[in-house]
């Protein structure tokens, strides 16, 4: 099966701004915490998101164009990686804080009810 990578920036033009914009969004701090927990890729459709195919898509897309994630299609498959490594040549501790703060904040929460597909949350 191929593999075609999708567009990215090259590590030279991952500005922090652009980074601190994408992990802003709820939706896709989350898909950046579960890409950061499993350790592996992921196709787009393992993440069981609160949003429509149409806006997940869309979030997808700022990761990917703000440096946070590297993405491939696999057959039809759109397989999603963190840049982990690289952020954090860029970046020191900004990734390992931000997640850090991210997991603490929804422990401290306890179970959270999602949004309905949809609803205007």
Known sequence: MTETPLPEPALTEIRLAAVLHAL????????????AER????????????????????????????G???????????M??????????LFPGLLTSVLGAYRTERTAAGPVAEPAVGSMA
């Not at 350790?39 to 703000?66: D, G, I, N, W």
């Not at 590297?70 to 498959?77: I, M, S, V, Y």
Request: hydrophobic letters at 40%.
């Open 24 to 35: 802003a969004d709820p939706v896709r701090l989350r898909i950046a915490a579960e890409l």
């Open 39 to 66: 350790s592996h890729e992921m196709a787009c459709q393992a993440f069981a998101l609160p949003v429509t195919k149409s806006t997940s898509t869309h979030h997808f897309k700022v990761l990917r164009e703000a």
């Open 68 to 78: 946070v994630i590297r993405q491939h299609r696999r057959g039809t498959a759109r």
């Open 80 to 89: 999603s990686c963190l840049r982990t490594e690289e952020l954090e040549r």
